[in-house]
């Protein structure tokens, strides 16, 4: 077991790193805020949903589902019940669903990816227009994928990830 | 002290210098790394980000150099267990993070498995080369008054 001479070294090691971490961060151009997160200090103003409790407010249909990713990557496969919104598009997309969004339902947008910023900038755009309840679902379209929550996926998509059942891949002579 | 004491103390001090690096020169991007892990308070993110490149540093020159090894094996065994833990953690939460262990660069998802299966060889390489000490003089000074 440790012993007391171990237990100085290891507060010593501690130490000495500590000291060198805040005098580097002190002295470096881009040093971080220490008290704080992000190099503007910046918390993240939009709040952030899990996995499963996106799933609940999916199977209860108490959420918007708004899919942050490129229209080409909706078609692809998306969310069920998802609507696509771009940022980029979103001046054009809003107004048609403002009404379907501004009556205090849950809103969660998703993108993909853990950094994906897509998610992150329209959630900023739907609180500026006066959305109150929109989360960010973190990586949501990997992370309702790999779960196996339902999905609406394109025929080419699905194509393109699975034979069809009884159908041969290597085609030999035998039936 | 066994050869094979040395071996692993050795080879684990590389890892930690590996590791170290590319955190002490991108640490906003790390910080973001812990964020995504969602373990500590908003609060701790950043000293997290500044301290842990340096630790892991500091832990790996001396277990390279055999200096207070017995403190160095201690604390990096922590800390890898901390960062398993960490990775479970997430996994169980069905976060898809990057592991930020070797490098900061965005990976992409989908890779938590491996995450975690390397990071447990980690685990196991720091409890063996912490089990295989011995209870002789830990440390390359000599022995006195013997």
Known sequence: MTNRATLFQMAGILAVSALLAAFSNAVRMDGLPLLGRGPSGESGAEGEITLDQAAALHAAQQAVFLDARSAFEFDMGHIEGALSMPPEEFADVFPSLASRLTGGQTVITYCDGPRCPLSHQLAERLRAEGVARVFVLVNGWSLWRERGLPVIRSEAASFLSSPPPNECTVCGEDK | ?146
């Not at chain 2, 390489?125 to 390359?140: D, E, M, N, Q, Y």
């Open chain 2, 1 to 146: 002290m066994t050869r094979l004491h040395v071996l692993l103390r050795f080879a684990l001090g590389a890892i930690f210098l590996a590791g170290s690096w590319d955190k002490l020169l991108h640490p906003a991007e790390f910080a973001a790394i812990i964020a995504d892990y969602r373990v500590l308070s908003e609060a701790l993110v950043n000293p997290a980000a500044v301290l842990l490149p340096w630790l892991e540093l500091v832990l790996g020159l001396l277990l390279v150099a055999g200096r207070l090894a017995d403190g160095a094996l201690w604390l990096s065994n922590l800390l890898l267990w901390a960062f398993w833990l960490s990775l479970l953690s997430a996994r169980l939460r069905g976060l898809d993070v990057d592991c930020g262990c070797f490098s900061v660069s965005a990976q992409g998802g989908g890779h938590m498995t491996w995450y975690l299966v390397r990071d447990g060889l980690l685990v196991v390489l720091g409890l063996a080369a912490l089990l295989t000490r011995g209870r002789g003089p830990r440390s390359f000074a000599p022995r006195l008054g013997a």
